[in-house]
């Protein structure tokens, strides 16, 4: 299970850093991301990181703001998230552990809420 921390309420131009730590051991293995939903808005990938580490991605609209990390000894992944804008608000939520069949993160937290005020 992965749980999610960290979100909040924030001015625009601030910062808030996300956490998510996982329960079992093969999180450190895994390819992690995260993602966020606001309100009639598809699911986003925002970033995802290879178990390695030797891999980042970021969606294009948080490229330059935003930084995913992991700790996979404490089994945590991290999203630094600077100058915040208001269109970044939404619930973040964290994933990990390709499903080789379908290609879908198997893992999911239930979300942080970050909400980004003008």
């Known amino acids: 299970q992965l749980v999610e921390s960290g979100g909040g309420s924030v001015q625009a131009g601030g910062s808030l850093k996300l956490s998510c730590v996982a329960s079992?051991?093969?999180?450190?293995?895994?390819?992690k991301a995260w993602y966020r939903q606001s309100p009639g808005k598809e699911r986003e990938l925002v970033s995802s990181?290879?178990?390695?580490?030797?891999?980042?991605r970021y969606a294009d609209s948080v490229k330059g703001r935003f930084t995913i990390s992991q700790d996979n000894a404490q089994k945590m992944v991290y999203l630094q998230m600077n100058s915040l804008k208001t269109e970044d608000t939404a619930v973040y939520l964290c994933?990990?552990?390709?499903?080789?069949?379908?290609?879908?993160?198997?893992?999911w937290g239930q979300g942080t809420q970050v909400t980004v005020s003008s």
């Open positions: 990181i290879t178990s390695s580490g030797d891999s980042t």
């Open positions: 994933a990990a552990c390709i499903n080789p069949l379908t290609q879908t993160f198997r893992d």
């Open positions: 079992e051991s093969r999180f450190s293995r895994c390819t």
